[in-house]
């Protein structure tokens, strides 16, 4: 099956095609304007990207949105997590923001919600992969991207999620989580 996936981030492409071997995939085409993202949930934005980009496309598109809630935070910065430092903030920024407002230790959640639209028959379909942890005393790691560095999760203590291999990840993550649960929704149409 060959889906397009509504984004321009390479490393959730890469992610994408990773997690869901024997499916093709397709990017937007070069110049697409992504969507404004005016959701109020990972599901609600992840849905708006795989709309407009099913529109854009006339394909079956895929979107996720992801994020990270911090519990002490009362859930910051959550679908704002790509922003969080400022609208035009990278990985970096963010980072240091995640550094500078909490405490090792500190309980985090990723959050990862996938859409799947076919503007064929209209068939909308959402998913969610959530993965635990906790904040590390330092960033540690130079694989993954975002928030990498700085999380912990409970299901292998003691690494940070950049220090763990690619097949590693993908068995504990959100992502890797909410794409097991669409292609076993997939796997049933």
Known sequence: MRLTVATHNEHKLTEFARLMPGYEFDLLPPGAEAPVEDGDSFAANALIKARAGALLSGAVTIADDSGICVESLGGEPGIRSARWAGEDSDDAAN???LIAKTEPGDQLEYVCAVAYCDPQSGTEHTVEGRCVGVRAADPRGIGGFGYDP???????????????????????SHRGSAVRSLTAWLSSQ
């Open 95 to 97: 980072l240091q923001m």
């Open 150 to 172: 700085a999380f912990e999760p409970l299901e292998a203590p003691g690494r940070t999620m950049a220090e763990l291999s690619g097949d590693e990840k993908d068995l504990i």
